[in-house]
């Protein structure tokens, strides 16, 4: 954009998951997000397995912000906010919070997150798609 103008904010959505106390994993992710990103909805939280066949089961939300940030910019924000919070990579960890940029409007969806839980939980029967006012 070497004219000046501003980039357009656009709508993402944001995959939240954990199976750590993820109630209030949850919870300090969506308070992070909403310090840095105009939150504007998110999902009811779902239950749903682990992807990789373990034992562990997950929660996951689904929240709507808006952003100027290009999207590889916004996957770093995730990524940040993830380690702010305590995010170890690694075999065996426990996911204290993940964060999976889903979509931005105006592109096609990450098609390598397509078998994430996010996504599956929003296809299982039952998941809750209605939109509500996020509070963090």
């Known amino acids: 954009m070497g004219d000046g103008a501003e980039p357009p904010v ?15 994993n949850l919870a300090r992710a969506r308070a992070a997000l909403a310090r840095e990103l105009d939150v504007v909805a998110c999902t009811e939280a779902h239950e749903s397995e ?3 066949g373990g034992p562990d089961r997950y929660l996951n939300q689904i929240v709507d912000v808006k952003s ?22 690694g ?12 979509l931005v409007e105006g592109e096609f969806e990450a098609p390598e997150l397509r078998g994430a839980r996010h996504w599956r939980a929003l296809t299982e029967p039952g998941f809750d798609v ?3 006012r996020c509070d963090a």
């Open 10 to 24: 656009r709508r993402a959505r944001i995959g939240l998951g954990s199976n750590e106390d993820a109630v209030r």
């Open 50 to 52: 682990a992807s990789d």
């Open 68 to 89: 100027a940030l290009p999207r590889a910019e916004l996957v770093t924000q995730l990524k940040r906010i993830e380690a702010d919070l305590g995010r170890v990579r």
């Open 91 to 102: 075999p065996g960890a426990r996911v204290v919070i993940d964060l999976d940029l889903l």
């Open 130 to 132: 209605s939109w509500n």
